[in-house]
């Protein structure tokens, strides 16, 4: 199986494992001819339709992993490069113990996941989208700021 490096035109396994400290064995990388103008019509449509075509790839077992790699909007003159899981959810600490109380879910617990979980790789997806585009227009706008100045 492979990892994906989604959306980062100028990743190479190299830079990822400089960044990530687990080896990366092999890259997966979606075209870029199909996502050219991706941000010149930026819509949630979009994010959602590359989300479900992640979740595919996950649920086919054509990739084990998916990290993103996106730039994270500080401020207007820093940005930070993020490497992210998105699949498989990794629970925050804490999170896995019980409470004590056991609920009772209608539908069942795997339908109720199975409707929410497509969700929240779409909304992902959409922050990650949404977070890169401020965080260019930033750095364009400090760029252009900068070149005024002198």
Same mark, same amino acid.
Request: aromatic share 10%.
């Given at each position: 199986?492979?990892?994906?490096?989604?959306?980062?035109?100028?990743?190479?396994?190299?830079?990822?494992?400089?960044?990530?400290?687990?080896?990366?064995?092999?890259?997966?990388?979606i075209?870029?001819?199909?996502?050219?103008?991706?941000?010149?019509?930026l819509h949630f449509?979009?994010a959602?339709?590359?989300?479900?075509?992640?979740?595919?790839?996950?649920?086919?077992?054509?990739?084990?992993?998916?990290?993103? @790699?996106?730039?994270?909007?500080?401020?207007?003159?820093?940005?930070? @490069? @993020?490497?992210?899981?998105?699949?498989?959810i990794?629970?925050?600490?804490?999170?896995?113990?019980?409470?004590?109380?056991?609920?009772?879910?209608?539908?069942d617990?795997?339908?109720?996941?199975?409707g929410? =979980?497509? =969700?929240?790789?779409?909304?992902?997806?959409?922050?990650?989208?949404?977070?890169s585009?401020?965080?260019?227009?930033?750095?364009?706008?400090?760029?252009?700021?900068?070149?005024?100045?002198?």
């Amino acid at each position: 199986m492979n990892s994906l490096n989604l959306l980062c035109p100028v990743l190479d396994p190299q830079f990822l494992s400089n960044v990530y400290t687990q080896p990366v064995i092999s890259s997966y990388r979606i075209s870029q001819g199909i996502f050219d103008q991706l941000f010149q019509d930026l819509h949630f449509g979009v994010a959602a339709s590359i989300g479900e075509s992640l979740i595919d790839l996950y649920v086919r077992e054509e990739l084990d992993r998916i990290y993103l @790699i996106y730039n994270e909007f500080k401020s207007a003159i820093q940005q930070n @490069i @993020i490497v992210e899981q998105l699949l498989p959810i990794i629970p925050e600490e804490g999170e896995g113990e019980s409470s004590g109380v056991d609920f009772i879910y209608e539908p069942d617990p795997l339908n109720v996941l199975s409707g929410v =979980l497509p =969700l929240y790789v779409n909304v992902q997806m959409w922050r990650v989208f949404l977070e890169s585009n401020a965080a260019e227009h930033a750095a364009r706008m400090t760029s252009m700021e900068n070149a005024t100045k002198n």
